[in-house]
């Protein structure tokens, strides 16, 4: 019997009003595992979340942000104990291979301690007045009920970059988690209640987080338009953010997008090839290429491109594929057999496309054991042309294409010839090609002689133009989406004086 679960709301584990449920399978097992079933919710359930998360919003805002910081702390203990755990139940749910669930674990451990620091922080500014016997000073204050949906490549990291730090600036929170991965962000929100109740005790406050889960159009709708969300945090696929902003923007709610991509590693003639060609396996076919900052385009130097091809091409077949639980493999299943079509459909587009090469994979991988789940060859076309829809559009699979430059500036320009800014690599010994492609690149990351992926909690998290709204996830900055600015002024001169008048 597969285990069955609730959403969170006001402290209660419940079933959805509805009672409809869905399920959650194992893309690397699909017929013989089912992990759980789920509770598939509606309108209702989203209005009672809120309604509670609005109630909770007035306690929760009042406890002192260290005291928060210390829920946060234990958030990441209970985390770091659960470690295994969660990163063996991640694989089961999305597919990718251990080492990287646990990776993502550690970036929600790391993201809580990160926000805990935070709650004896959370500084705001003083500024002197031009009156005298007058002090200005400004504080960071809460926003109210934040709504959270997210994706279901990063199900651990993600929501935590996002409600870590939204807690611990005084906000509560609705989550909406992706329907492909429920049960990670079921644990995250067990543990962070639990935190809750540990640390406040006998003053515990229910709805602080909870949680909805349920379809995108059915939830998330009603979160993004219902008028008690304050502001909502999103990550996911373009045309779904492009409507999140619409609707949620409309109302005039703090909107956070992070979006899609379409990255790039350049690799130039006096570049480290086997640091390089290490980076681009792990940057294009890690998570099977479902990362927002996977390497989906490779744009070589023409003379180290022959070579470099036929290295890549060589270790590309051999990258091992199977279930992430099982050890020795190298990449997972598709999260979905929607999206493994999808990555084929793109495959074809590029089969046809002006005369791009499929250099290897290409197909499904459906041998043996691999026909359980929804495995895919880890695929490369080369001779492959800017603005080709392969080279333009996210693809989201196991798929590199790659490209041929004769110059830094001609490479950049391919870099930064797509809607997408959100990661982006060059691999080169020479300081000062670096350091050009560090100011000319048009994207929110930017590594140097590193894979396109390995983002670190405390950095600037986010992308330019279609990636995102400008907001940034992780580090510091994100402080600032969570708080809203208060100007105080105390006057203690015993008289009105008049700003910009009485002094002038
Ligand atoms: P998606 O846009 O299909 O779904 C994301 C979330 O939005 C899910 O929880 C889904 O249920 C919900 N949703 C769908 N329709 C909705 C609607 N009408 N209203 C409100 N919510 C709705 O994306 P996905 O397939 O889960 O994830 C893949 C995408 O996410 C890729 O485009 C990838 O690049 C992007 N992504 C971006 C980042 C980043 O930080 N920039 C990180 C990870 C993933």
């Known amino acids: 019997m597969a285990e069955k679960f609730k959403n969170l709301i006001n402290g209660e584990w419940k079933d959805s009003k509805s009672g409809n449920t869905f399920e959650n399978r194992n893309p690397a097992r699909w017929n013989e595992d089912l992990i759980g079933i789920f509770p598939s919710s509606n309108e209702e359930d989203v209005k009672e979340a809120v309604a509670a998360a609005k109630k909770a919003f007035e306690k929760w805002r009042l406890v002192p942000a260290p005291k928060r910081g210390d829920i946060l702390k234990l958030v990441g203990d209970k985390m770091n104990d659960r470690k295994d755990e969660i990163a063996f139940e991640m694989t089961r749910e999305m597919g990718k291979v251990l080492a990287e669930t646990k990776g993502d674990t550690q970036e929600g451990i790391d993201t809580a301690y990160y926000a805990a620091s935070e709650g004896r922080r959370l500084f705001g500014h003083n500024a002197p007045s031009e009156l005298p016997d007058k ?4 504080f960071r204050a809460p926003i109210g009920v934040g709504g959270f949906i997210t994706p279901w490549n990063f199900p651990m990291a993600i929501p935590t970059w996002k409600m870590f730090p939204a807690l611990v600036c005084g906000n509560t929170c609705v989550f909406k988690p992706a329907e492909l991965t429920p ?4 644990t ?7 935190a809750i109740k540990e640390v406040l005790g006998k003053d515990y406050i229910p709805g602080v987080i909870n949680i909805v889960h349920g379809k995108g159009r059915i939830v998330g709708e009603a979160m993004i338009g219902h008028p008690d969300v304050d502001l909502i945090s999103f990550t996911g696929s373009t045309l779904v953010g492009k409507r ?11 909107v956070s997008l992070e979006l899609g991509g379409k990255n790039a590693q350049i690799v130039m003639d006096d570049a480290n090839l086997e640091l390089a060609l290490d980076a681009v396996l792990w940057g294009a076919f890690g998570t099977t290429g479902q990362r927002c900052t996977a390497t989906s385009r490779l744009i070589l130097h023409k003379d180290i491109h022959d070579e470099f091809v036929a290295k890549l091409a060589e270790r590309a077949k051999k990258l091992r594929l199977g279930y992430g639980n099982d050890g020795n493999v190298d990449v997972g299943p598709c ?12 495959v074809e587009i590029g089969k046809n496309e002006d005369k791009a090469t ?12 691999l026909a359980k789940g929804w495995f895919y060859k880890p695929t490369i076309f080369t001779d492959v042309k800017p603005g080709m829809r392969i080279e333009q559009e996210e693809i989201f699979g196991p798929v590199l294409s790659v490209l041929k430059c004769g110059s830094l500036e001609e490479g950049i320009d391919i870099l930064n010839g797509t809607k997408y800014g959100l990661s982006s690599s060059v691999f080169t010994q020479d300081v000062n090609a670096a350091c050009r492609a560090i100011r000319d690149i048009k994207a929110g990351i930017t590594y140097i002689n590193g894979a396109t992926i390995g983002a670190e909690a405390h950095m600037p998290f986010g992308g330019v133009k279609q990636t995102g709204n400008g907001h940034r996830e992780g580090g510091w900055t994100v402080y600032d989406f969570y708080t809203e600015w208060k100007a105080v002024y ?3 001169s015993g008289k009105l004086q008049r700003a910009q008048i009485d002094n002038y």
Request: charged share 30%.
């Open 188 to 194: 995250l929100v067990e543990i962070i209640d639990e």
């Open 244 to 254: 999140i902003n619409e609707v949620a923007g409309g109302s005039l709610k703090r």
């Open 183 to 186: 049960k990670t962000a079921a």
């Open 358 to 369: 499929l250099l290897c994979g290409g197909e499904f991988a459906d041998k043996g054991d």
């Open 135 to 138: 002090l200005n000073l400004s």
């Open 490 to 492: 105390i006057d203690y």
């Open 335 to 346: 999260v979905s057999e929607s999206q493994r079509a999808s990555v084929h459909e793109y």
